[in-house]
């Protein structure tokens, strides 16, 4: 049996008081392995982002538990959740983030300065397939390579976990796709377990598994038992 990454008991996270209390996750239990690659699916205000922020240590849960590994993330300090966020995690956005007066390797380099064990630059340039760009600044690179470089900054400190929000929202169907190949890629090549949170149905069939989520609840857990290749994706 495969270890577990993450595992949530009652996780509930409520927003305001009263009448006007906006309850955005609702009883969540669930258990993520190591090494998994998973899409959180479901429209705009599910709760799957809310998940996917307690779970990467922006955010806490109101009630229940969640764990990674044998660290206990509902009692952690900021401080502590702090730490755990620069070992452990790496965050991909739908918007790159990245400086622009800063070159590729510059803006990877940001990253690896305070990473306890990281690869050189170059290394996670190349493995986004971005070797030969490493020396342009983001306005000489395309949106897809622009979030390519935002991927390699966050696998540059070889995360246990890659936590990807909505990192095709922003993209055309080509480069989504080639965007979808390098999580693929950097899944099987480094053994960090992915979780990408999106409302795009077709991105599901290349996960292992598929959360759905509704109201503020997973209605729906599909393992595939064959996996589509990000090109075969009909966008």
Known sequence: MPETAFRTQGLTKVYGEGRSAIHALRGIDVEI???EFIVLLGPSGSG???LLNIL???DTGTAGTVSFGGDILSTMSDRQLTEYRRRHIGFVFQFYNLMPSLTARENVELVTE???DPMDAGEAL????LGDRADHFPAQLSGGEQQRVAIARAVA???????????TGALDSTTGRTVLRVLRDVNEQTGATVL????AAATAEMAHRVI???DGAIRQIVVNETRKDPEEIEW
Not at 126 to 129: A, D, I, Q, Y
Not at 157 to 167: I, M, N, S, Y
Not at 196 to 199: F, G
């Open 196 to 199: 990408i949170v999106t409302h």
């Open 157 to 167: 400190k070889r995360p246990a976990v890659l936590f990807c929000d909505e990192p």
């Open 48 to 50: 799957k982002s809310t």
């Open 212 to 214: 759905h989520f509704a």
């Open 33 to 35: 392995a190591r090494g």
């Open 56 to 58: 990467g240590g922006l």
């Open 126 to 129: 190349t493995l986004v397939g």
């Open 114 to 116: 305070i990473a306890d």
